[in-house]
């Protein structure tokens, strides 16, 4: 019951939300329409949510976090890591890191260290991959960074990279290696300066993933709060600065995570967007559209298994996260989103 009281608190404006975010420019329009709001808000708890947040212009507009039922047994021991001081749940966030780590990847663009037009041969050496001598040579970082490699699972040759958008989560975890080639540091201590520090993500860091989690070909999970998930979406919205003033990350190398690429136009560097006329979805499933029909076109996202979302709309100011199990409703993003429209355009 508290943590209802709490959104519903929230939702009327009587409580003063706890800023996690810095404050914005206002938006075109300030309003809100509180039973459509909580519409949503009701409807993610619905949907086995298990932290929930809303944030425009920098304000809380909704916050509510439930806890895990007593039959979501395997899914506390996979991906549930309690709670932080706020109540809100730490959570492994599944293909959410991804995002993050582009972001990363962005700083070391900034810093120097990287230049993604490369090989990834030129940070790891050569066979890391299974292609040939001369395919692996042709395979860019950038390519890695928009799935687009061309390797197939087991890392092998698949396609010529830059052609063919292929959903692939082994291939991605390279990634880390090179960050971690290119720095001569470990990828928790980049995360840490780099990151989660200078924007505030207290929560947040990189921890061995249990055995039951399986073979994904990423034994590494990213865990972390919806408080903080929110700090690196204001952290967009404010491209590239943090609450206290702090570049973090460079507007243009932002800025470039988030160019459509070639093989899939609502996909960028490691990041999904809306608003395209076409979207392949992993692994491979084409459909004419953007990739959520009733968000706003502008909206960039990073997405993990079991829906977990952070929603980011330039143009409206509006930050969304969402952590919990897999929803119920298959149509989870349409759905969410249509309310949220009602509630806040």
């Not at 990363?104 to 990834?120: F, N, Q, R, S, Y």
């Not at 459509?260 to 076409?278: C, D, H, M, V």
């Not at 979302?309 to 919990?324: A, E």
């Amino acid at each position: 019951m508290a943590h209802l009281r709490t959104a519903a608190l929230l939702l009327a404006g009587l409580v003063m939300a706890q800023g996690p975010v810095a404050a914005a420019a206002p938006a075109a329009s300030t309003e809100i329409r509180a039973p459509d709001l909580q519409a949503a808000l009701d409807y993610a708890r619905a949907q086995k949510t298990t932290g929930f947040l809303v944030i425009r212009d920098g304000r809380v507009l909704a916050r509510a976090n439930w806890p895990l039922p007593e039959d979501a047994a395997q899914f506390r021991a996979t991906f549930a890591h309690g709670a932080n001081a706020a109540g809100e749940p730490l959570e492994d966030v599944a293909s959410l890191q991804k995002s993050v780590v582009a972001v990363l990847t962005a700083i070391a663009v900034d810093k120097g260290l990287l230049d993604v037009e490369k090989p990834v041969s030129a940070y790891l050496g050569a066979g890391w991959s299974k292609a040939s001598p001369a395919q692996e040579a042709q395979i860019r970082v950038i390519h890695v960074l928009t799935m687009s490699s061309g390797l197939d699972e087991g890392f092998g040759y698949a396609a010529p990279p830059g052609t063919v958008f292929l959903y692939n989560t082994p291939v991605y975890a390279v990634t880390q290696r090179v960050l971690e080639a290119a720095a001569h540091r470990p990828l928790a201590e980049i995360t840490r300066d780099w990151l989660t520090v200078p924007a505030g993500m207290a929560d947040t860091g990189w921890r061995p993933r249990p055995a039951a989690f399986g073979d994904v070909g990423n034994p590494m999970g990213l865990v972390t709060s919806p408080g903080d998930l929110a700090k690196l979406g204001q952290l967009v919205l404010d491209r590239g600065r943090a609450a206290d003033g702090t570049q973090v990350v460079s507007e243009k190398s932002l800025t470039d995570l988030f160019r459509r690429s070639a093989a899939n136009p609502a996909y960028g560097r490691l990041w999904w967007l809306n608003g395209s006329a076409q979207t392949i979805r992993a692994p491979a499933r084409r459909a004419d559209g953007p990739l959520i029909p009733t968000a706003p076109a502008d909206l960039v996202a990073a997405l993990g298994a079991l829906d977990r979302k952070l929603y980011v709309s330039p143009g409206r100011r509006l930050v969304v996260v969402r952590l919990g199990q897999a929803a119920p409703d298959k149509a989870f993003d349409a759905t969410l989103w249509g309310l949220l429209s009602a509630a806040l355009d």
